[in-house]
């Protein structure tokens, strides 16, 4: 196992009396494409913002690169990009003046070239005033400035939001070379394709606790079984239960579709007994993994 | 401490209402000034004027006494009061304010704070920009004052008194400069504060005035700094006081090193 970049332990944060996150922990691998997802308001865009140092955590403590977040967070910064999901940018600079500023921060003398070859692959206008931008072409902005100084760690907050199909297929090209070169990418969204299309390996956020962290591969394979049973007498499917029958996908005198989590061999055992026209087993698509757990 | 490339974007993105400010107030300290030999020519009709205009309102409007309109000092003097103790201070509080806070409402500060910067060094630099433009302001309209005090004088500049009430007002607008910045610092939900901090100059000022002209020197008009300042530029005794400008800079640091600690500190929610 490679070594740890993101390291969260036991992080909570409170707003006064209203939740933020609560006992978050989990662990991101050197080279890892971690997948962070949760609906609105789980508290993805919190636990983000404490590995950045704007806000503080209420306990726990935070690690990236082996550094403190709190104690370290200059170093850290210096080391990673950051698509923020909804931040603005200075509305009076141009494109090109934006992103110039932006790179100066991390020194050196070859944002240039990089500026213009990330503006070249996403299609975007340098010479145009950040205010005249459409949220797409701003949202495309935030990306090449987390790019351009080739960051280590890269963290992701809804980054496909705003952006078309086109473009969207791009910035996945674009993350997964950069993810090739050894970047390690924390890419949270509440769009489940764009993680199960990227990500190996997800954490799931629920009401501020992360409810799941695995990979997606032994989230399908292993722990879920999405199974649909078409039983050959009506009434059947109301009466049938098993240990290990998860959520209830769908319904009906003669059909029962269901999240398995338990043996599957109890579940070929006891269907021994009854009369079948069909029975099919699959491993479930991320976003069904993700409604179980938020049922 | 001071990051060179947040300086440079932030003074360009102030340098206009800078010069804007500069300008406006520059015009109005000439014009004011332009209108004083004309109330030296006509010193018999305004004195029996000013004889039935109570002394309250002389002294609401910044003369110590009847004759001090007459002098070109007290009479640039009482413009002072108005002109850059009063708008100077509205323009060093507003600007100290939002240099900082207009990251947070503005929705910029997520980007600015994701670069290697620190809070420290954000905060040094943006308080810089805000000392050069407040100084640079300050500056600019003493020079215009003297200007206009050179051409439209009566009789010899005394520039000791001068000087004085330049550095006072110097002084005031670096106080509320630092205030500006912890009420900044300690908005927990970001909003433009322009509005309320044009209303605490006014009731400072408001303050002062009325202990002005009450005649009350006591305790209630040291509620307001602008009381703080020496403004009798015609007295004998009118010179440097220690006192007045260590309680001006011990309480413009005091402020600022509090400000710092808090935003150290200070959750920036977007």
């Known amino acids: 196992m490679a070594s740890n970049i993101i390291e969260i332990s036991h992080l909570s944060k409170y707003y006064g009396h209203s939740r933020g996150i609560e006992d978050v922990s989990l662990d991101v691998g050197q080279g890892e494409f971690f997948g962070f997802i949760g609906p609105n308001g789980a508290g993805k865009s919190t636990t983000i913002r404490i590995l950045l140092n704007l806000i503080f955590p209420s306990s726990g403590s935070a690690r990236i690169f082996g550094l403190d977040v709190l104690r370290d967070s200059k170093k850290i910064r210096g080391r990673l990009g950051y698509v923020p999901s909804d931040a603005n940018l200075y509305d009076k600079m141009k494109v090109h003046e934006f992103l110039s500023f932006g790179a100066a921060f991390y020194g050196g003398n070859k944002?240039?070239?990089?500026?213009?070859?990330?503006?070249?692959?996403?299609?975007?206008?340098?010479?145009?005033r950040i205010t005249e931008l459409s949220t797409g072409n701003k949202k495309k902005v935030n990306i090449i400035q987390a790019l351009v100084h080739k960051p280590e760690l890269l963290i992701l907050d809804e980054p496909t939001s705003?952006?078309?199909?086109?473009?969207?297929?791009?910035?996945?090209?674009?993350?997964?070379?950069?993810?090739?070169?050894?970047?390690?990418?924390?890419?949270?969204?509440?769009i489940l394709s764009d993680v199960q299309a990227l990500c190996r390996r997800v954490a799931i956020v629920k009401e501020g606790r992360i409810v799941k962290s695995d990979e997606i591969a032994v989230?399908?394979?292993?722990?879920?079984?999405?199974?649909?049973?078409?039983?050959?007498?009506?009434?059947?499917?109301?009466?049938?239960?098993?240990?290990?029958?998860?959520?209830?996908?769908?319904?009906?005198?003669?059909?029962?579709e269901f999240m398995f989590s338990g043996d599957i061999n109890e579940l070929t055992g006891h269907l021994s007994g009854l009369r079948l026209e069909n029975l099919s087993i699959e491993e479930p698509p991320l976003e069904e993994i993700f409604l179980h757990y938020y049922q | 401490m001071i990051n060179i490339i947040l300086f440079r974007m932030e003074f360009r993105r102030n340098v206009r209402s800078m010069v804007l400010w500069s300008v406006t107030i520059c015009a109005l300290i000439f014009f004011t000034m332009s209108l004083f030999r004309s109330v030296l020519q006509y010193q018999q009709q305004i004195m029996g004027m000013v004889k039935i205009v109570p002394m309250a309102a002389m002294k609401a409007r910044g003369f110590g006494n009847i004759t001090?309109?007459?002098?070109?000092?007290?009479?640039?003097?009482?413009?002072?009061?108005?002109?850059m103790m009063l708008l100077g201070s509205i323009y060093s509080m507003v600007l100290s304010s939002n240099i900082l806070l207009k990251e947070e409402y503005l929705k910029t500060a997520e980007y600015l704070m994701s670069r290697p910067i620190s809070r420290d060094e954000i905060f040094a630099s943006k308080l810089a920009v805000a000392l050069l433009n407040i100084a640079t302001l300050n500056l600019v309209a003493g020079i215009t004052g003297f200007i206009s005090l050179i051409v439209f004088r009566s009789g010899d500049i005394v520039i000791h008194p001068f000087l004085i009430i330049t550095l006072y007002t110097f002084l005031l607008n670096l106080f509320f400069g630092a205030l500006g910045v912890i009420v900044a610092v300690m908005i927990r939900r970001p909003r433009p504060v322009t509005f309320f901090c044009v209303g605490l100059i006014l009731?400072?000022?408001?303050?002062?005035?009325?202990?002005?002209?009450s005649g009350v020197s006591g305790e209630f008009g040291y509620v307001s700094p602008f009381k703080w300042v020496n403004m009798d530029v015609l007295k004998s005794d009118f010179s440097f006081e220690f006192w007045r400008i260590a309680l001006f800079l011990g309480l413009a640091l005091l402020l600022s090193g509090l400000s710092l600690m808090i935003y150290r500190k200070k959750d920036i929610l977007t």
């Open chain 2, 203 to 213: 009731v400072f000022y408001f303050i002062f005035t009325i202990s002005r002209i």
């Open chain 1, 219 to 256: 989230l399908r394979e292993k722990q879920l079984k999405k199974v649909r049973i078409l039983f050959a007498d009506e009434g059947t499917s109301g009466n049938f239960h098993i240990p290990g029958m998860a959520s209830i996908l769908s319904v009906s005198p003669k059909t029962l």
């Open chain 2, 68 to 83: 001090d309109i007459f002098s070109g000092l007290g009479f640039y003097a009482a413009n002072n009061i108005v002109y």
């Open chain 1, 111 to 128: 944002s240039e070239d990089r500026i213009r070859e990330l503006a070249g692959i996403l299609d975007l206008n340098l010479e145009r």
């Open chain 1, 162 to 190: 705003g952006l078309d199909p086109l473009i969207q297929s791009k910035l996945f090209g674009l993350l997964t070379e950069e993810n090739k070169r050894g970047t390690t990418v924390f890419f949270s969204s509440h």
